[in-house]
C-alpha cells in the first residue's frame, strides 16, 4: 500500500476536513486541520439591487464562473419573483461560462454560453475570451466568495467596464488559527498543505504578507513543503500568489488528491473504498496523470 508516513499534511478546507484527514491517515500519514476559509453570508440588499439593474439594462456579458453561484443568481431572482425578467436579460447577454458545472446549469436552463473555458480555469476562458471587443462594453463578473481583481483587472485593460457580482461573500477565517499554519509552513512542521479552493489559498497568503512572512512562506513551497491543490482552478489560484511547485490530480476529487499525494511521497497507489471517492481496486494507474506545473502547459 502506498505510505504516507512521516508525512504531516495540513487540511485547510473546513467542508469534509475528516474525511480528508481520515484518507490520509489511511495511506499512513498524519492530518492536521487548518481552517483557512470562513464562513459565508449572503448580502441579499445588494444582490437585489445588482439583479435588477441587470434586468432593467442588460449587460454586454455575463461572465459565469461557478456552477453554485450561477445557481444562486438564478434562486435569488426566482425568491424576488424576478425569474421571468433575468431569464430575459440572460438572453440577451453574452455569456461566458468557467467550468463544467457551470455549462451544465445553463444547460438546465436552455442557455448555451456564447464563450466557455479551454482547460477549467479562469484563463482559460478569458484566453478564450480574446477574440472580442471589450473596449467600453459592460460586463458583469458572477464571482463566488470573495473578489477577484486580477480578472477584473484583465477585464479592465481591455476596456471593459466591470462589475462584480457576488450571491455569497466570505467572512475570514480565524487570524490565529491561520497564523498557526503560516508558522508551521515556515518551521518545516508540515510536508504538504492540501487547498481544496482559492479562497483558502489567498487567505493564507494575504495573513502571510500581513504578518511579513511571505517570502518566508514561497520559499518554503519552493523547498520543503509540497503545495497541493484539489484540482487545476486551486491549482491556478496557488500559481497567481507566487507558489511555483503545485500538484494537483487532473481529477478533481479529494481522493485523487490523496493518491497524487502519495504518489509524490513514494511508494505504489492503494485503493480507497467508496468513502474515500475510488472505486475498490482503483489503482494509480488508472487515475489521470497528477500535475507539478501550471494548469495548461504541455
Known amino acids: 500500500?502506498?505510505?504516507?508516513?512521516?508525512?504531516?499534511?495540513?487540511?485547510?478546507?473546513?467542508?469534509?476536513?475528516?474525511?480528508?484527514?481520515?484518507?490520509?491517515?489511511?495511506?499512513?500519514?498524519?492530518?492536521?486541520?487548518?481552517?483557512?476559509?470562513?464562513?459565508?453570508?449572503?448580502?441579499?440588499?445588494?444582490?437585489?439591487?445588482?439583479?435588477?439593474?441587470?434586468i432593467a439594462d442588460p449587460a454586454d456579458w455575463l461572465v459565469l464562473t461557478t456552477g453554485?453561484?450561477?445557481?444562486?443568481?438564478?434562486?435569488?431572482?426566482?425568491?424576488?419573483?424576478?425569474?421571468?425578467?433575468?431569464?430575459?436579460?440572460?438572453?440577451?447577454?453574452?455569456?461566458?461560462?468557467?467550468?463544467y458545472k457551470t455549462v451544465n446549469v445553463l444547460r438546465k436552463l436552455g442557455l448555451t454560453p456564447a464563450v466557455r473555458d479551454n482547460d477549467g480555469t479562469t484563463a482559460g476562458l478569458l484566453e478564450e475570451m480574446a477574440p472580442y471587443e471589450l473596449q467600453g462594453k459592460r460586463v458583469a463578473l458572477q464571482l463566488y466568495g470573495d473578489p477577484a481583481p486580477r480578472v477584473t483587472g484583465a477585464l479592465a485593460a481591455r476596456g471593459a467596464v466591470c462589475e462584480e457580482l457576488l450571491p455569497y461573500q466570505h467572512i475570514p477565517p480565524e487570524d490565529s488559527v491561520v497564523g498557526q499554519l503560516i508558522d508551521e509552513i515556515v518551521s518545516g512542521q508540515v510536508q504538504a498543505v492540501a487547498f481544496t479552493s482559492t479562497v483558502q489559498v489567498r487567505y493564507v497568503m494575504q495573513s502571510a504578507a500581513q504578518l511579513g512572512k511571505l517570502d518566508a512562506?514561497?520559499?518554503?513551497?519552493?523547498?520543503?513543503?509540497?503545495?497541493?491543490?484539489?484540482?487545476?482552478?486551486?491549482?491556478?489560484?496557488?500559481?497567481?500568489?507566487?507558489?511555483?511547485?503545485?500538484?494537483?490530480?487532473?481529477?478533481?476529487?479529494?481522493?485523487?488528491?490523496?493518491?497524487?499525494?502519495?504518489?509524490?511521497?513514494?511508494?505504489?497507489?492503494?485503493?480507497?473504498?467508496?468513502?474515500?471517492?475510488?472505486?475498490?481496486?482503483?489503482?494509480?494507474?488508472?487515475?489521470?496523470?497528477?500535475?507539478?506545473?501550471?494548469?495548461?502547459?504541455q
Do not use: W
Open 1 to 54: 500500500m502506498a505510505r504516507l508516513e512521516g508525512i504531516t499534511v495540513a487540511v485547510t478546507g473546513p467542508r469534509k476536513a475528516e474525511d480528508m484527514s481520515r484518507m490520509i491517515e489511511k495511506f499512513g500519514g498524519r492530518a492536521v486541520i487548518r481552517p483557512a476559509q470562513g464562513t459565508v453570508f449572503v448580502d441579499d440588499s445588494r444582490i437585489e439591487e445588482q439583479l435588477k439593474d441587470l
Open 68 to 99: 453554485v453561484g450561477t445557481e444562486a443568481l438564478f434562486n435569488k431572482a426566482s425568491q424576488l419573483g424576478l425569474e421571468e425578467g433575468f431569464m430575459a436579460a440572460l438572453r440577451e447577454m453574452k455569456l461566458a461560462a468557467r467550468g
Open 217 to 297: 512562506v514561497l520559499a518554503a513551497f519552493d523547498d520543503d513543503v509540497l503545495a497541493v491543490a484539489v484540482g487545476k482552478v486551486t491549482a491556478e489560484g496557488l500559481y497567481e500568489e507566487g507558489v511555483k511547485r503545485v500538484l494537483f490530480p487532473e481529477e478533481e476529487r479529494m481522493g485523487s488528491m490523496i493518491v497524487a499525494m502519495s504518489r509524490h511521497f513514494g511508494g505504489r497507489s492503494d485503493e480507497l473504498d467508496a468513502d474515500g471517492e475510488l472505486a475498490a481496486g482503483e489503482c494509480a494507474a488508472d487515475q489521470p496523470a497528477d500535475r507539478t506545473k501550471k494548469p495548461g502547459e
